[in-house]
């Protein structure tokens, strides 16, 4: 079991303790995030999100070290949905940020590995452990393939849509639905030639848009040279600002406790059909695989002895 005084003391081995258990997932996480209430929603969070190879990790890396200069503590966490086959991170270990270390900065590589509820629910884990851990900002990476994307992006308060121009991220953007996970928007590599058009399609379906209390801002950046970094972390201030307003950043954090409970129990579920469940489950999958029953009717059944069981 992990002692949560290192972690809550913001002891890196302690911190890089809780992740591994949380990450793996089982009793042990639930004890831990258990003794973590009381302890989280004090740190900013920011999801930094977009089709692989706009330059993600460098920027979010400039952004760090921008955030750092302001005496704040940063930890970034870079996910990756896991291998079905070696339970490894898609892509491998992500390539460490050693400038963003070199200065202060906490960085993790995490994959779902088998975590209860997938890969959301793990990053989820994982925010609170670095909430937690006393971190002011933490700056969660997605790698950028599909839904996995939009669900762990739902996680944060502030959505950061990285793009490029000449990759086609306009249209895909739309075909995504990362229109409707974006707070911020940038357009990466601005140095480019089609920056300035990549520019002008963001506005234009952004006017397409339904009115809205918040309009996304597009900011252009050079992550490699740190041009316009200082402009996108305005931006993602501006957009912290915004949730003070009202009551609307308890509303997303309810809304975020919303979804992590329903994908746990729907996890919850799912585990309990596979073990105590096992041989209904089994006639029931065999049943509508030869076509003697269809699937919502076999699904409806095994959810009424699932309610009926006792505890």
């Known amino acids: 079991m992990v002692e949560p005084s290192g972690l809550l003391a913001g002891d890196t081995r302690g911190v890089a303790k809780a992740l591994s258990v949380v990450e793996r997932g089982g009793r042990e996480a639930e004890e831990l995030l258990r003794g973590l209430r009381g302890r989280v929603g004090r740190a900013r969070s920011v999801g930094i999100t977009g089709a692989p190879g706009v330059g993600k990790s460098t920027l979010v890396q400039s952004l760090g070290l921008a955030l750092l200069k302001r005496e704040e503590r940063v930890a970034v966490l870079a996910v990756d949905p896991s291998s079905p086959y070696s339970g490894g991170a898609l892509l491998g270990d992500r390539v460490r940020m050693p400038d963003f270390l070199s200065a202060g900065g906490f960085v993790r590589s995490m994959a779902t590995r088998g975590a209860l509820g997938g890969l959301a629910v793990a990053a989820s884990d994982a925010l609170d452990v670095l909430d937690a851990a006393g971190f002011d900002w933490v700056v969660l990476e997605t790698v950028g393939v599909g839904q996995d994307e939009v669900d762990v992006a739902s996680e944060v308060e502030t959505v950061v849509v990285v793009t490029v121009a000449g990759m086609g991220d306009d249209v895909q953007a739309a075909k995504a639905g990362v229109m409707e996970i974006a707070d911020v928007f940038a357009v990466n590599k601005a140095d480019r030639s089609g920056a300035d058009a990549q520019v ?5 379906m952004l006017a397409l848009a339904p009115p809205a209390d ?20 305005a931006a993602m201030l501006e957009h912290q600002h915004f949730l003070d307003g009202g009551q609307r950043r308890r509303e997303a954090h ?28 089994a006639l029931a999958l065999a049943e509508v695989g030869e076509g003697d029953v269809d699937p919502y009717t076999a699904a409806r059944r095994l959810l009424d002895g699932f309610c009926k069981e006792r505890p």
Do not use: K, N
């Open 214 to 233: 918040w309009r996304p801002p597009v900011v252009r950046t050079t992550a490699t040279t740190g041009e316009g970094v200082e402009g996108l972390l």
């Open 254 to 281: 309810r809304r975020r406790a919303r979804r992590r409970v329903e994908r746990l129990l729907s996890a919850l579920i799912q585990e309990r059909m596979r073990t105590a469940h096992r041989e209904a489950l």
């Open 200 to 204: 002008a399609a963001i506005e234009g």
